[in-house]
């Protein structure tokens, strides 16, 4: 995404996270008030995608591995190519992490980002990298579970059919542990050293 747009992402961001404060308080289900221990099921849960093989996946898929799940697209020009590289430095520091980790790298553009386009993407990094996009609707949802922001830059002045679009999208790295349950997240800009400290730490007490 433009750096311009990370205002714009971060916007959004505290606009999810309030509303995730909100329904700490007020899950269905809960009295008004009532304090909801558990933080399980607010980010990620179940979705249906199409990996960079062309197979169709779901979040099954990625149990028994802890999987770092990143929301991009492959024609961003820094910001998303910038990430992959720090959490493929970062994975290059952890001790047999391809038995541990993986990368879930799904595109918030699945438009231009077809299977074939992500598996050329995809190889540009860390080998235990999977690409996946889908329908719209797929993405939508999958955007939606994973509180993700994504739009077309330039909204209503983008040219119809012009297919050199950016896309402006929130750039979180959320860790999910092997039972698909949200660890943690690591926002943008958390260097590669500091990931790869913590995903020992994670890898440890597996
Ligand atoms: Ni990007």
Redesign the pocket.
């Known amino acids: 995404?433009q750096k311009s747009s990370i205002i714009l992402a971060l916007s959004a961001l505290l606009v999810a996270l309030g509303a995730l404060a909100a329904s700490l308080v007020l899950s269905p289900g809960n009295q008004p008030g009532e304090v909801v221990s558990s933080g399980d099921a607010l980010v990620g849960g179940a979705f249906e995608a199409t990996d960079h093989t062309g197979k169709r996946v779901s979040e099954e898929d990625f149990l028994g591995k802890y999987t770092l799940y990143y929301f991009?697209?492959t024609y961003?020009p820094d910001?998303?190519p910038a990430e992959l590289q720090v959490l493929s430095a970062a994975l290059g520091e952890v001790p047999d992490a391809a038995e541990k980790f993986q990368i879930a790298f799904v595109s918030i553009d699945p438009e231009r980002d077809t299977p074939d386009v992500m598996k050329d993407y995809v190889g540009n990094f860390w080998p235990g990298t999977v690409g996946l996009t889908g329908s719209a609707e797929d993405i939508r949802k999958m955007a939606g579970k994973f509180r993700v922001y994504y739009a077309k830059a330039g909204g209503e002045q983008q040219a119809a059919g012009a297919d050199d679009y950016l896309?402006d999208?929130s750039?979180i790295v959320y860790l999910m542990g092997p039972d698909g349950k949200f660890i943690r997240h690591f926002p943008f800009g958390t260097s590669a050293e500091d990931i790869a400290k913590a995903l020992k730490g994670v890898a440890k007490g597996a």
């Open positions: 995404m991009g697209y961003c910001v998303c896309m999208h750039s």
